[in-house]
Protein backbone atom coordinates (compact mmCIF):
# COMPACT_ATOMS: atom_id res chain seq x y z
CA UNK A 1 0.00 0.00 0.00
CA UNK A 2 0.98 2.97 -1.41
CA UNK A 3 -0.20 6.63 -0.33
CA UNK A 4 1.52 9.88 -1.81
CA UNK A 5 0.29 13.35 -1.94
CA UNK A 6 0.57 15.57 -5.29
CA UNK A 7 0.34 19.67 -5.26
CA UNK A 8 -2.28 20.22 -8.19
CA UNK A 9 -1.74 22.73 -10.93
CA UNK A 10 -3.02 24.57 -13.58
CA UNK A 11 -2.18 21.55 -15.84
CA UNK A 12 -4.44 19.57 -13.38
CA UNK A 13 -7.88 21.65 -13.73
CA UNK A 14 -9.70 18.56 -16.01
CA UNK A 15 -8.48 16.12 -13.45
CA UNK A 16 -9.52 18.46 -10.59
CA UNK A 17 -12.69 18.80 -11.80
CA UNK A 18 -13.53 15.33 -12.77
CA UNK A 19 -12.49 13.71 -9.21
CA UNK A 20 -14.62 17.28 -7.76
CA UNK A 21 -17.47 16.45 -9.89
CA UNK A 22 -17.52 12.92 -8.62
CA UNK A 23 -16.36 13.00 -5.24
CA UNK A 24 -19.18 15.55 -4.35
CA UNK A 25 -21.95 13.88 -6.43
CA UNK A 26 -21.22 10.27 -4.07
CA UNK A 27 -21.46 12.51 -1.16
CA UNK A 28 -24.61 14.59 -1.24
CA UNK A 29 -26.63 13.08 -4.50
CA UNK A 30 -28.86 10.87 -1.92
CA UNK A 31 -29.28 14.07 0.60
CA UNK A 32 -30.55 16.62 -1.92
CA UNK A 33 -33.06 17.43 -5.35
CA UNK A 34 -30.89 16.62 -8.79
CA UNK A 35 -31.80 20.52 -9.82
CA UNK A 36 -29.77 21.28 -6.69
CA UNK A 37 -27.09 19.35 -7.19
CA UNK A 38 -26.55 20.23 -10.95
CA UNK A 39 -26.94 24.09 -10.30
CA UNK A 40 -24.00 23.51 -7.28
CA UNK A 41 -21.99 21.20 -9.51
CA UNK A 42 -21.75 23.86 -12.42
CA UNK A 43 -21.41 26.87 -9.80
CA UNK A 44 -18.73 25.20 -8.04
CA UNK A 45 -16.45 23.21 -10.16
CA UNK A 46 -16.68 24.85 -13.99
CA UNK A 47 -13.38 25.00 -14.88
CA UNK A 48 -13.46 29.20 -14.82
CA UNK A 49 -13.54 29.15 -11.01
CA UNK A 50 -11.51 26.09 -10.82
CA UNK A 51 -8.74 28.28 -12.99
CA UNK A 52 -9.37 31.42 -10.20
CA UNK A 53 -9.20 28.77 -7.29
CA UNK A 54 -6.21 27.35 -8.79
CA UNK A 55 -4.48 30.63 -9.37
CA UNK A 56 -4.74 31.95 -6.23
CA UNK A 57 -1.80 32.00 -3.57
CA UNK A 58 -3.61 31.56 -0.67
CA UNK A 59 -5.68 28.59 -2.03
CA UNK A 60 -3.74 24.86 -1.75
CA UNK A 61 -5.31 21.99 -4.04
CA UNK A 62 -3.38 18.34 -2.92
CA UNK A 63 -4.23 14.93 -4.74
CA UNK A 64 -4.40 11.99 -2.82
CA UNK A 65 -2.95 8.83 -4.83
CA UNK A 66 -3.37 5.57 -3.00
CA UNK A 67 -1.45 3.00 -4.88
CA UNK A 68 -0.67 5.55 -7.91
CA UNK A 69 -4.91 6.10 -8.37
CA UNK A 70 -6.03 9.50 -7.81
CA UNK A 71 -8.47 8.79 -4.92
CA UNK A 72 -9.31 11.74 -3.34
CA UNK A 73 -8.22 15.73 -2.59
CA UNK A 74 -7.53 18.39 -0.29
CA UNK A 75 -8.52 21.83 -0.61
CA UNK A 76 -6.90 24.41 2.19
CA UNK A 77 -7.46 28.38 2.09
CA UNK A 78 -5.63 30.85 3.97
CA UNK A 79 -5.08 34.77 4.52
CA UNK A 80 -8.50 36.22 1.97
CA UNK A 81 -9.05 33.04 0.02
CA UNK A 82 -11.16 31.77 3.66
CA UNK A 83 -14.90 31.39 2.83
CA UNK A 84 -15.08 33.40 6.52
CA UNK A 85 -13.14 35.70 7.75
CA UNK A 86 -11.18 33.94 10.58
CA UNK A 87 -8.19 36.19 10.35
CA UNK A 88 -4.30 35.82 9.55
CA UNK A 89 -4.08 32.96 12.59
CA UNK A 90 -6.08 30.81 10.90
CA UNK A 91 -5.94 28.24 7.67
CA UNK A 92 -9.42 26.58 6.42
CA UNK A 93 -9.93 23.45 4.91
CA UNK A 94 -12.28 23.81 2.68
CA UNK A 95 -12.65 20.33 1.11
CA UNK A 96 -11.64 17.20 1.68
CA UNK A 97 -12.90 14.54 -0.70
CA UNK A 98 -12.51 10.67 -1.52
CA UNK A 99 -14.12 8.88 -4.05
CA UNK A 100 -16.42 6.19 -1.94
CA UNK A 101 -14.03 3.26 -2.85
CA UNK A 102 -11.28 4.65 -1.25
CA UNK A 103 -12.97 5.28 1.93
CA UNK A 104 -11.80 3.59 5.63
CA UNK A 105 -8.26 3.36 4.29
CA UNK A 106 -6.95 6.08 6.55
CA UNK A 107 -6.97 8.89 3.22
CA UNK A 108 -9.05 11.74 5.08
CA UNK A 109 -6.32 11.59 8.13
CA UNK A 110 -3.78 11.83 6.07
CA UNK A 111 -5.04 14.68 3.89
CA UNK A 112 -6.26 16.55 7.42
CA UNK A 113 -2.50 16.21 8.89
CA UNK A 114 -1.44 17.43 5.64
CA UNK A 115 -3.31 20.46 5.97
CA UNK A 116 -2.47 20.56 10.04
CA UNK A 117 1.84 20.25 9.26
CA UNK A 118 0.84 23.19 6.33
CA UNK A 119 -0.50 24.94 8.93
CA UNK A 120 2.15 24.72 11.76
CA UNK A 121 4.79 25.62 9.21
CA UNK A 122 2.75 28.86 8.01
CA UNK A 123 2.46 29.60 12.35
CA UNK A 124 -1.39 29.09 12.42
CA UNK A 125 -3.17 29.17 15.70
CA UNK A 126 -5.99 27.49 14.13
CA UNK A 127 -7.60 25.50 11.68
CA UNK A 128 -11.09 25.07 10.71
CA UNK A 129 -13.44 24.01 8.03
CA UNK A 130 -17.74 24.02 7.75
CA UNK A 131 -19.39 20.43 7.52
CA UNK A 132 -22.76 19.91 6.55
CA UNK A 133 -24.87 19.35 9.73
CA UNK A 134 -25.93 16.65 8.29
CA UNK A 135 -23.10 14.61 7.26
CA UNK A 136 -22.58 12.52 10.47
CA UNK A 137 -19.40 10.77 8.99
CA UNK A 138 -17.43 13.73 8.97
CA UNK A 139 -18.85 15.16 11.89
CA UNK A 140 -17.69 12.19 14.15
CA UNK A 141 -14.49 12.35 12.19
CA UNK A 142 -13.77 15.48 12.81
CA UNK A 143 -14.49 14.97 16.71
CA UNK A 144 -12.35 12.27 16.42
CA UNK A 145 -9.63 14.03 15.43
CA UNK A 146 -10.05 16.95 18.48
CA UNK A 147 -12.16 19.51 16.23
CA UNK A 148 -14.88 21.59 17.82
CA UNK A 149 -18.00 23.33 17.04
CA UNK A 150 -17.38 26.89 16.98
CA UNK A 151 -20.14 28.27 14.98
CA UNK A 152 -22.41 27.96 12.12
CA UNK A 153 -23.07 29.37 8.79
CA UNK A 154 -25.43 29.16 6.27
CA UNK A 155 -24.76 27.05 2.80
CA UNK A 156 -26.60 26.46 -0.14
CA UNK A 157 -27.09 23.74 -2.62
CA UNK A 158 -28.59 25.62 -5.24
CA UNK A 159 -31.55 27.36 -3.54
CA UNK A 160 -31.81 25.09 -0.77
CA UNK A 161 -30.22 26.84 2.37
CA UNK A 162 -28.29 24.43 4.40
CA UNK A 163 -26.33 24.69 7.71
CA UNK A 164 -22.69 23.71 7.81
CA UNK A 165 -21.11 23.87 11.41
CA UNK A 166 -18.07 25.40 11.85
CA UNK A 167 -15.17 23.23 13.50
CA UNK A 168 -12.41 24.42 14.69
CA UNK A 169 -9.16 22.98 16.17
CA UNK A 170 -6.64 25.58 18.07
CA UNK A 171 -2.82 24.04 16.86
CA UNK A 172 -0.02 23.85 19.56
CA UNK A 173 3.08 25.77 17.73
Known sequence: MTITIKKCTLADLRL???????????????HNTPENMNAYLKKAFNEKQL?????????????VYFNNDVAGYLKVNMNDAQSEDMGAESLEI???????????????????NQAIEMAIERKKKNIWLG???????AL????????????????YMGDDEQIDFIMSKTLAL
Do not use: P
Open 16 to 30: LQDISYETYNETFKD
Open 51 to 63: EKELANRSSHFFF
Open 94 to 112: QRIYIKTNYQKLGLGKYLL
Open 131 to 137: VWEKNDN
Open 140 to 155: SFYKKMGFVQTGAHSF
